[in-house]
Structures are given as C-alpha cells and as structure tokens.
C-alpha cells in the first residue's frame, strides 16, 4: 500500500472504517485512468447511490490531481482528509484555483475529526457489522 504510517492508518483507516459502518462497500488504491492521466485513488466507497472517493493529503500539492481521479471515477463526491487545520486551508485554496467540474456532491477538505463528523452526519444510515479486508482483491464486505 502507498503512502507511510500517517497516510494509510492515521488518516485513512478511521474514514474507512466509518464508512463500512455506515454500509459502504470500500475499497483501496482504487486504479482509475482518463484521457492523458492516471492514478490510483486512496479509498473509493460505494454507498447506495454515492461513490465517494477519499484521498488523505499531507500537503496541498496534488489536490488537481485529486480533482482528476475523482472526475474520471465519476465520484459523487470527494472527501479530501487532511491532518491539520492549516493544510486543510492550503488545499482548499488549492480546490478553488483548479480548473474543471467538481462532483455533484462537492469536495469535502478537512482534518481527521472534522471529516468523520460530518461524513456520519450526512450520511445516518443503519450501522452494520464490520467486515474483513480481502487480502486479495483489497475490498471489505
């Protein structure tokens, strides 16, 4: 898995894990590819109708990448988690100078906590049981 100690289980597995308690299927490095670019998406989830696509950023140097990712995943939306409040104003500055559509459901950048809330805020469906990440294919279920 890509990224370090502060990406992957830091920032990465409580959004994750929340959203499987909401009902999500998720899944990692989600391979995406559009015209002239590709990449991989740091957690992709699929929520009834909404496909939500993660990415944990550390500065905010690769946020128009994110941009592309989620348009070619053609995401409803797109959580960027941070882990500061001053990256997270970085970034969004970052979102707004990007050229280009945004998914219907926006694009979230904000720090761990922050992100969680409103993630459980905006989407109160029925917690279910936790699942186990399949060492092969990387989903959970």
Excluded at 15 to 33: N, S, W
Excluded at 76 to 102: D, E, H, Y
């Amino acid at each position: 898995m890509r990224g370090g100690f502060l990406h992957n289980h830091i920032l990465l597995d409580p959004i994750e894990d929340l959203l499987m308690q909401l009902g999500a299927a998720t899944r990692r490095e989600h391979y995406v590819r559009s015209a002239g670019s590709a990449g991989f998406i740091d957690l992709t989830a699929t929520l009834g109708q909404h496909r939500i696509a993660c990415e944990a950023e550390l500065a905010a140097d690769r946020v128009s990448s994110d941009l592309r990712k989620a348009q070619a995943w053609a995401a409803t939306l797109l959580v960027i988690v941070v882990p500061t409040r001053r990256v997270a104003q970085s970034a969004q500055r970052a979102v707004n100078a990007a050229p280009g559509t945004r998914p219907v459901g926006g694009v979230w950048v904000l720090p761990l906590g922050p992100a969680l809330t409103r993630l459980r805020d905006c989407f109160p469906f029925l917690p279910t049981s936790k699942g186990n990440r399949n060492k092969t294919t990387g989903w959970r279920s």
